[in-house]
């Protein structure tokens, strides 16, 4: 069973800076596909910044610049630092993974609970 479980959720003002943590568990092989997505209340879920086990990674326009996605494959920690936080930026953070790389699309088997980021101005 594989187990993901975000942290570092938090509330900040516009301009501030957060980092979210994603311990994953419970997966055998060394190498996995990530991904960060986001929802607010009322709207879609969304990508935000994808990790594949190739290294390669994708934003989402809305947050390019600002927001960088990193892993910790030794202790399988997923990282989204995230800075110049603006108040459209406030939503659930959830992590997901797969061994199929799905970029940016919510089709991944595995999710965290989420983590809630609140941004004001």
């Known amino acids: 069973q594989v187990h993901l479980v975000e942290s570092g959720g938090g509330s900040v003002q516009a301009g501030g800076s957060l980092r979210l943590s994603c311990a994953v568990s419970?997966?055998?092989?060394?190498?996995?596909?990530t991904a960060w997505f986001r929802q607010a209340p009322g709207k879609e879920r969304e990508g935000v910044a994808a990790?594949?086990?190739?290294?390669?990674?994708r934003y989402a326009d809305s947050v390019k610049g600002r927001f960088t996605i990193a892993r910790d494959k030794a202790s399988h920690i997923l990282y989204l630092q995230m800075n110049n936080l603006q108040p459209e930026d406030t939503a659930m953070y959830y992590c997901?993974?797969?061994?199929?790389?799905?970029?940016?699309?919510?089709?991944?088997?595995?999710w965290g609970q989420g983590t809630q980021v609140t941004v004001s101005s």
């Open positions: 997901a993974a797969d061994v199929i790389d799905y970029g940016l699309d919510d089709k991944y088997n595995w």
């Open positions: 990790l594949n086990s190739d290294e390669r990674i």
């Open positions: 419970g997966y055998s092989y060394p190498t996995y596909c």
